[in-house]
């Protein structure tokens, strides 16, 4: 008897694997340097994660340091994030507004438009969520739906589509002349990355919400919102109120490329040095050059960029 206690007692403990583990965002930063010990068990974490979780936080205080400057100073910023479904930009929006005040932080993603708002001015929805002195708002999909979704789906007629392509740049003009800092990142993700995260949503039940009839369309459609996407940058990439690409194949590096970019855009006190918020120029590409790139090869769609 005593024999198989000490054999369940000297039983060893099931090891976990590190596949099956996905450790909340900052945990493993947090834990690092922690020694081993009695129900504590260890966890794979690789060393360019930590290195993401540490250069996020910087930025993320960088943020902090910049909303208290607009409060302040009664700035207003208005950040417009589009691209195709699942290319990464609800991710980046959690990570930019984290640790920062929500009074003077909001997101705006509004739903499809009902009977009163389909018969109003196109622009009418959208200007009650422009910001006020010292906000942050950011719009998770914005106007530019009439430039993509609803001419690939049928959602618009193609003269609704055409004036919005050309009434657009002026209602922008105006923004930014009023003294709104408008950002306007296009977040661009290669098919094959698209349809990974697709499935990833089937399988993850914290994913669900995001499953959607069109997104297996997106993929059907994926020439079609190549060649929308074309003419939304020629007719809207102005110098006043540029296109900002950012490949985001990779999440994580698509993430801190973008925070560098707003942060390196604006002034604000006890700021970092530039070094700090230079951006990969792979990773962040200005609407110009992501033109000449689709121009090259729009005959040849399989070479074009999401």
Same mark, same amino acid.
């Given at each position: 008897m005593?024999?198989?206690?000490?054999?369940k007692? +000297?039983k060893p403990q099931?090891q976990?694997?590190c596949k099956?583990?996905?450790?909340l965002?900052g945990?493993?930063?947090r834990?690092?340097?922690r020694?081993? *010990?009695?129900? $504590?068990?260890?966890?794979?974490?690789?060393?360019?994660?930590?290195?993401?979780?540490?250069?996020?936080r910087?930025l993320q205080?960088?943020l #902090?340091?910049?909303?208290?400057?607009m409060?302040? !100073?009664?700035?207003r910023m208005? #950040?417009?994030?589009?691209g195709?479904?699942?290319?990464?930009?609800?991710?980046?929006?959690?990570?930019i507004?984290?640790n920062?005040?929500p009074?003077?932080?909001? @997101?705006?993603?509004l739903? $499809?438009p009902?009977?009163t708002?389909?018969?109003?001015?196109y622009?009418?929805?959208y200007?009650?969520?422009?910001?006020?002195? *010292?906000?942050?708002?950011?719009?998770?999909? !914005?106007w530019y739906?009439r430039? #993509?979704?609803?001419?690939v789906m049928?959602f618009?007629?193609?003269?609704? +589509? $055409?004036?919005?392509?050309?009434d657009?740049?002026?209602?922008?003009?105006?923004?930014?002349?009023?003294?709104? $800092?408008?950002?306007k990142f296009y977040? !661009?993700?290669? /098919?094959d990355?698209?349809k990974?995260?697709?499935d990833?949503?089937k399988?993850?039940p914290?994913k669900?919400?995001?499953?959607?009839?069109?997104?297996?369309?997106?993929?059907?459609?994926?020439?079609?919102?190549s060649v929308?996407?074309?003419?939304?940058?020629s007719?809207?990439?102005r110098? @006043?109120?540029?296109?900002?690409?950012i490949?985001?194949?990779?999440?994580?590096?698509?993430?801190?490329?973008?925070?560098?970019h707003?942060?390196s855009?604006?002034d604000y006190?006890n700021?970092i040095?530039?070094?700090?918020?230079?951006?990969d120029? /792979? @990773?962040i590409?200005?609407?110009i050059?992501?033109l /000449?790139?689709?121009?090259?090869?729009?005959? +040849?769609?399989e /070479?074009?960029?999401?």
């Amino acid at each position: 008897m005593s024999d198989n206690k000490n054999k369940k007692k +000297n039983k060893p403990q099931k090891q976990i694997s590190c596949k099956k583990i996905k450790l909340l965002e900052g945990t493993a930063s947090r834990n690092e340097g922690r020694k081993p *010990g009695k129900g $504590k068990t260890a966890v794979c974490v690789k060393n360019w994660h930590l290195a993401y979780e540490a250069e996020l936080r910087s930025l993320q205080i960088e943020l #902090m340091k910049l909303q208290r400057h607009m409060q302040a !100073s009664g700035e207003r910023m208005l #950040m417009i994030f589009e691209g195709r479904d699942a290319a990464g930009k609800g991710g980046t929006i959690k990570r930019i507004t984290a640790n920062l005040n929500p009074r003077n932080t909001r @997101i705006v993603a509004l739903t $499809k438009p009902n009977e009163t708002e389909s018969s109003q001015w196109y622009f009418q929805r959208y200007t009650p969520h422009l910001p006020a002195a *010292g906000e942050m708002v950011l719009f998770d999909r !914005s106007w530019y739906n009439r430039a #993509m979704v609803e001419p690939v789906m049928n959602f618009c007629t193609d003269v609704q +589509n $055409k004036r919005f392509l050309k009434d657009v740049p002026m209602l922008e003009e105006l923004l930014v002349k009023d003294g709104i $800092k408008l950002f306007k990142f296009y977040f !661009s993700v290669s /098919k094959d990355v698209q349809k990974e995260r697709f499935d990833a949503r089937k399988e993850d039940p914290l994913k669900q919400y995001k499953l959607s009839p069109v997104d297996n369309l997106a993929q059907k459609y994926w020439n079609e919102y190549s060649v929308r996407k074309f003419q939304m940058l020629s007719e809207t990439n102005r110098t @006043i109120a540029p296109w900002t690409i950012i490949r985001s194949d990779v999440k994580k590096t698509a993430r801190i490329n973008c925070i560098k970019h707003i942060l390196s855009k604006m002034d604000y006190e006890n700021k970092i040095s530039a070094k700090h918020l230079l951006s990969d120029p /792979k @990773i962040i590409v200005s609407g110009i050059d992501e033109l /000449k790139h689709m121009e090259r090869h729009l005959m +040849n769609p399989e /070479k074009l960029h999401g």
